[in-house]
């Protein structure tokens, strides 16, 4: 990325608010503030995806994150509690260390990352420039992303849709899909 | 049903355009960002707005469960189905080219939105499902707080 391009404040912006947000989640005790938060949370990420031109992850995550998730974990937390129960010190010590030696994993393996937006990427410079080349004369579609997902990468996305149909099976199975109203025929 | 009367006249209002922006983000997704997934969690996201603001048995008639059940099964089976189709019609399994005689891009064009369908059915499905799972447990007896 060039030092004149704007965005790049965007993204520092979202990534300090990001930031924020998740300290204050970890500091809350009340579980409706924490579900809301988490969707904030999902709603700022959205806008950060789109600064940084995923508008398809951006949809995705906007309406999953922010919508589904959000309504998902308050219909749980109405089964739970309202609040969540004081963590121990010992907890808090463990967490500390498990952080810190992932952040210093993560620092450690930042040295080999490309810089951000760099073109001569592994990923931009092999498959990726194929598919940007080839889809125009193949396809013949202007979003290249939807060639790669449907038609190059069939398979790989056949394979989500059933994982996506596995997870719909196992909750049913876990969670009985007509809900409440088979346990009152029951006679329960 | 929610005794706001403001939220109901709202989303009676954007239940549609939700599932409008839905579906143009599907049958656009060739043009623009989008596709099978990003759709079919907005057009769950359109039911599970109508149930929060309608009640939980008004969604239930209108998208009945059973829907979701079949759906599920359904909208992957329509993905396996194109490659399946482009199998018999003489090429790869999901080589959509062959779907058009004339093997011109209306193949890859037609394949390309018949596999996003199906995603878009299965999305669209386990998140109402998993809504359905979620919203219609009640809490266990003897522990309601309020």
């Known amino acids: 990325m060039t030092g004149g391009d704007i965005t790049q404040y965007f993204d520092y912006l ?156 196992g909750v049913a199975l876990l969670l009985n899909l007509s809900g409440a109203g088979r346990r009152e025929e029951d006679g329960e | 049903m929610s005794p706001y009367v403001v939220l109901r006249v709202v989303s009676k209002l954007l239940i549609p355009l939700i599932f409008l922006y839905g579906f143009y983000v599907h049958f656009h997704g060739e043009y623009s960002p989008g596709g099978g997934f990003a759709a079919g969690v907005v057009v769950g996201v359109g039911v599970i707005l109508y149930a929060l603001i309608f009640g939980l048995q008004a969604a239930r008639k209108a998208v009945p469960p059973y829907w979701a059940r079949i759906g599920m099964a359904l909208g992957a089976l329509i993905f396996a189905g194109v490659g399946f189709i482009s199998l018999f019609m003489g090429g790869n399994y999901l080589d959509y080219t062959v779907l058009d005689p004339n093997r011109t891009y209306l193949g890859q064009h037609i394949g390309i939105v018949a596999v996003e369908f199906g995603v878009l059915v299965s999305v669209t499905a386990v998140i109402i499902a998993i809504f359905y799972a979620f919203a219609g447990r009640e809490r266990p007896a003897g522990e309601a707080e309020d």
């Open chain 1, 14 to 169: 979202f990534m300090i608010m990001l930031l924020f947000i998740g300290l204050t989640i970890i500091r809350l005790q009340n579980l409706f503030a924490v579900v809301m938060l988490t969707g904030v949370y999902s709603l700022i990420a959205a806008a950060w995806f789109v600064s940084l031109g995923a508008a398809d992850v951006a949809i995705t995550e906007a309406a999953v994150g922010a919508g589904i998730s959000t309504v998902l974990l308050l219909a749980a937390m109405l089964l739970t509690a309202r609040e969540a129960k004081p963590t121990t010190a010992f907890r808090h010590w463990a967490a500390l260390v498990v952080m810190a030696a992932a952040g210093v994993a993560v620092f450690y393996a930042l040295g080999d990352l490309p810089v951000y937006g760099a073109a001569d990427t592994p990923a931009n410079t092999g498959p990726g420039m194929a598919y940007i080349e080839r889809t125009p004369s193949e396809i013949n579609i202007p979003n290249v992303v939807t060639a790669v997902l449907a038609s190059y990468r069939g398979f790989d996305t056949m394979g989500e849709v059933f994982v996506v149909f596995a997870a719909g099976v």
